[in-house]
């Protein structure tokens, strides 16, 4: 049986266009053809414009703002390719929003991310293709394969290349013990210690550094994360390695750069030297800063892409 479609066909909806026709040039492929629009009273119209009976589908999405529009866009796409009988539809998803409602802070929360594994799983899709979760049990929501990459080793090799980030003068730093995982893995890649920020959030969004464990002072700091959202947590865990922990200069890197509300003024204005995002939300005109830079996560998607499609391991891309 034919589990995995006669072709590779990539099909973009609207939120990262750019992304999409890279994995496909990097697949050696054209992007699909199809449409999705808007009527007046603002439903979505998608219409796939080629034959994809058989094909082994890929939908790339992110679901970054507007989210709700994004989502729904991803979710009607895929129940157009399930209804053309398509042969196997992959949610590809660089970035995956409601990744951070994955629990119950409080009584009569919801469980967003569940909701939403469980709508991308009914409108007909068979595997999810995403990077970095906020919290990598999310993959346990669904009931289908998901595939997650990762972006360190990605963003690793840029600090790596550079001869002013040496081993005896840089320290790797996790804004939070959430994320020090994710830091000591970047810090073995670059063979460099790592130290930690203590914080107490008294409320969303606003973050009070209490603390830095480990020795920053007269080094040269990478702080790691996942997202840059509003930049407040970044900003503020910059100026207190500066002030308190004595580094000689911070620089930062995340995989998801959300930056939403304040989050470039914030940037502008902090002690950051630079901050390095992947592409796996698109920077708009509004959202560009001389400190960021983007690094390109196509072609690691499209690895991806190809290692699915021809039922490869996932597990020896970053080996």
Known sequence: MNFHGKDIKIFACNSNVPVAKQMAAALSLSLGKSEVKHFSDGEISVSINESVRGSDVFIVQSTCAPVNNNLMELLIMIDAMKRASAGRITAVMPYFGYARQDRKAKSRDPISAKLCADLLTTAGADRVLTMDLHAAQIQGFFNIPVDHL?????????????????????????????????????????????????KRRPRANVCEVMNIIGDVKD????????????AGTLCNAAAAIME??????????ATHGVLSGPAIERINASVLKEVVLLDTIPLTDNKKSQKITMLPVAPVFAEAIERIYEDKPMSTMFD
């Open 244 to 253: 308190i922990g004595g580094a000689t200069e911070v620089s930062a890197c």
């Open 219 to 230: 080094k040269k700091v990478i702080i790691v994360d996942d997202m840059i959202d509003t």
């Open 150 to 198: 990762l972006g360190v080793p990605i963003l690793a090799p840029y600090f790596s290349a550079r001869e002013d980030f040496t081993s005896e003068n840089t320290v790797v730093v996790s804004p939070d013990l959430g994320s020090v995982t994710r830091a000591r893995n970047f810090a073995a890649r670059l063979d460099v210690p790592i130290a930690i920020i203590d």
